[in-house]
């Protein structure tokens, strides 16, 4: 339930700053703080089942210019999104106005996390980092850009196991 709150400031939360050091290109060396909590996250996630849905994620933004039809891409972060279409609507997500990307997401191992969710009316899916697609097509409906995707598995894992890192003052000492 943590991962899914939201406070201010919102650099502040918690998957905010898990997700903008995924998405770093120094990910490896950032990330290693998060070690522990990546390691119990994981392992939790990984007992849910893996989902083959279709999910559906909002921003306010344009950013049909970088999906290119037939391209492949990864998204490095954890991906909230929703089942329901009709939850983009709101404006924390999507909106009604302004420049906006839909992606609808062909999803092989989305993880329900409605029971585990600070907002379980949003019908929330996550997907999981290193989630690598394929862009299946693009629409561009003025300001409304709708990128259709396709998960893929990629030829090699790109999320490691994480490695345990005790700290020193946990170790027992030999008597």
Not at 81 to 105: A, N, W
Request: hydrophobic fraction near 40%.
């Amino acid at each position: 339930m943590l991962y899914t709150m939201g406070w201010e400031p919102l650099n502040k939360c918690l998957y905010f700053a898990l997700n903008n050091i995924l998405r770093s290109p120094e990910r490896q060396q950032k990330l290693r703080p998060w070690y522990l909590f990546m390691r119990l996250f994981l392992s939790a996630l990984l007992r849910l089942p893996a989902l083959p849905k279709i999910a559906y994620r909002g921003v306010k933004l344009d950013l049909s210019k970088r999906y290119i039809e037939g391209k492949t891409i990864v998204w490095w972060g954890f991906s909230s999104c929703t089942t329901t279409v009709g939850v983009l609507k709101s404006e924390l997500f999507l909106g009604t106005t302004g420049d906006r990307t839909i992606f609808t997401l062909q999803c092989q191992s989305a993880r329900d996390i409605r029971q585990h969710s600070y907002y379980p009316v949003e019908d929330e899916v996550l997907l999981m980092a290193a989630t690598q697609f394929k862009v299946v097509s693009c629409l561009d409906q003025g300001n409304l850009h709708i990128v259709q995707l396709e998960e893929t598995r990629p030829p090699f894992p790109l999320l490691q196991p994480v490695p345990i890192a005790v700290p020193s003052s946990v170790n027992p000492t030999p008597s």
